[in-house]
């Protein structure tokens, strides 16, 4: 005789698999409200209590965990000892587990819950039950996902390769009960909380803190302000990564994760008036990274329009009492230290990518003026500074940038030129001091021809294309000076 023993939280499928399984010859083992649920399906079921003669304790906290169940699922019916103990003991085999957990995730979910709500849906039996037979999958056949029922059956009746499908059967488990373990490690270390909803109201959201130090927008010190939104943590987050990058005083405005506005200055407030100038539209309703101390005076200025965000290392008192007016707005006090050997991951269906934050920099040493015409020190000094916030744009983009702010940026266009007739129509000053900043080379020359209808005088790109010849040409005949990195930085 086979067995398996069917014990779920999620019902679903469950009636038509057991008919199925009884109609291949299976003796249904069950427990509390599967059990109840088969036999009101008038499917012939026995009751884990039968097996073990031991009856149900602690309100269901103990049924499963007893030698008869654990004996018959996790023997190897190859070893000689393990039979034997199987005859000695009475302990029936069984060959199928089909098991899916207390819904733990949903109900930490839920608005409100309490610490009980948590360690009652703690699942103790279900998963020893899984990673027992997962662990015996030469003999017993696991199933998790309710979706699997029906190939179980197909195979369960063609007998076409159970060694594999059992192992493939066992990886499902593991990853299942791995994920299982994390959400209460999670929910209990408070390594995960739920945000009001995602980036649009009807989507939920959760964020989980994996590496919260002082230096990340997860591990700062919030000194005002309602908690942060799904939406506040990625421009912050966005915000924070692109003013690390400098050295002098620098203050940076984001919206919907692109930079709007950079300055740099000799103070905090000189950086801040040049990132303000440089977008006095898009700055509103953003979020303002600075790696100077906030004073007084600048949170005077901070004060003055609707922000839903200010980063910094730090707030002077003052400064926070003045910023604490506004009810919802965020005050941050984040280290300014950048994590060299950061990683940043993405999720795409079926799995997530992985890789090493960008936070190279050619050198200057190493870049190449390609062209007849040399930059001016001025045009160096911006189109450094450019080159140094294209890198936070979404691709393609062009940044238009003076020495000491920028001026104009064309973000996530689908072909260059687009980007940088963007920046053209936003910029605030087109000179001879302007540099253009491109995040990737030029495919044609088309992109200098327009850059230099606008009088602009120098260009900095990766380089690296095969008509990379036809852009310095381009800009020797306008009389464009041409710097190239040999380093491209995408953001998708």
């Excluded at 309100?59 to 005859?87: F, Y």
């Excluded at 089909?98 to 409100?112: C, I, M, S």
């Excluded at 488990?173 to 959400?183: E, K, L, R």
């Excluded at 687009?418 to 020359?445: C, V, Y």
């Amino acid at each position: 005789m086979s067995y398996a023993l069917l014990s779920v939280s999620n019902k679903e499928g469950i009636i038509d698999f057991a008919k199925s399984l009884v109609e291949l010859g299976y003796d249904i083992i069950s427990t509390g409200g599967t059990f109840k649920a088969l036999q009101e399906a008038g499917i012939k079921v026995t009751p884990v209590s039968d097996v073990t003669q031991f009856e149900e304790i602690m309100n269901g906290r103990v049924k499963t965990l007893h030698p008869k169940i654990h004996g018959g699922i996790l023997a190897d019916r190859h070893n000689d000892e393990h039979v034997q103990a199987m005859d000695k003991h009475h302990i029936t085999p069984i060959d199928i587990v089909a098991v899916n957990l207390y819904p733990f995730e949903e109900t930490v979910a839920k608005e409100g819950v309490t610490e009980m709500d948590a360690i009652e849906n703690i699942d103790i039996g279900g998963p020893t039950m899984l990673r027992s037979a997962a662990k015996n999958f030469k003999h017993v056949l696991t199933i998790v996902d309710p979706s699997d029922y029906d190939e179980a059956i197909e195979r369960l009746k063609s007998g076409d390769d159970m060694d594999a499908y059992r192992k493939e059967k066992m990886i499902k488990v593991f990853n299942h009960t791995y994920h299982y373990d994390q959400a209460i490690v999670e929910f209990f270390s408070g390594a995960k909380a739920s945000l009001r909803y995602g980036e649009n109201p009807h989507q939920q959201a959760h964020l989980v803190r994996t590496n919260a130090t002082p230096n990340t927008i997860l591990g700062a010190v919030q000194h005002h302000g309602k908690p942060l939104s799904y939406n506040n943590i990625k421009d912050a987050d966005a915000a924070l990564n692109l003013v690390k990058q400098f050295d002098r005083a620098a203050a940076v405005a984001v919206k919907h994760m692109n930079p709007c506005g950079v300055g740099v200055g000799d103070s905090i407030e000189e950086a801040y008036d040049r990132a303000y100038a440089a977008d006095s539209m898009s700055i509103f309703g953003g979020i303002v990274a600075l790696n100077r101390p906030v004073t007084k005076a600048l949170a005077e200025k901070l004060h003055e329009i609707f922000l839903e965000v200010i980063i910094a290392p730090s707030f002077d008192d003052e400064a926070i009492e003045i910023l604490s007016q506004k009810k919802n707005i965020r005050l941050l006090e984040v280290k300014m230290d950048v994590d060299e050997d950061a990683t940043e991951f993405v999720s795409v269906s079926g799995g997530y990518l992985t890789q090493d934050v960008d936070q190279a920099f050619a050198r200057r040493e190493d870049m190449q003026v390609v062209t007849d015409k040399q930059p001016t020190k001025a045009q160096w000094e911006a189109a450094l500074l450019g080159l140094k916030v294209v890198k936070s744009v979404k691709s393609n983009a062009i940044l238009l940038s003076s020495p000491t702010h920028t001026v104009g940026i064309g973000a996530g266009q689908m072909n260059r030129v687009g980007a940088l007739k963007i920046a053209i129509e936003r910029a605030t000053e087109l000179n001879e001091n302007i540099a253009l900043a491109s995040d990737g080379f030029f495919p044609m020359r088309d992109t200098v021809d327009l850059a230099a209808e606008h009088g602009i005088q120098c260009i900095i790109q990766p380089g690296g294309s095969i008509k990379d010849q036809q852009s310095i040409d381009a800009c020797n005949e306008h009389g464009i000076a041409m710097i190239t990195t040999g380093m491209r930085h995408f953001k998708h």
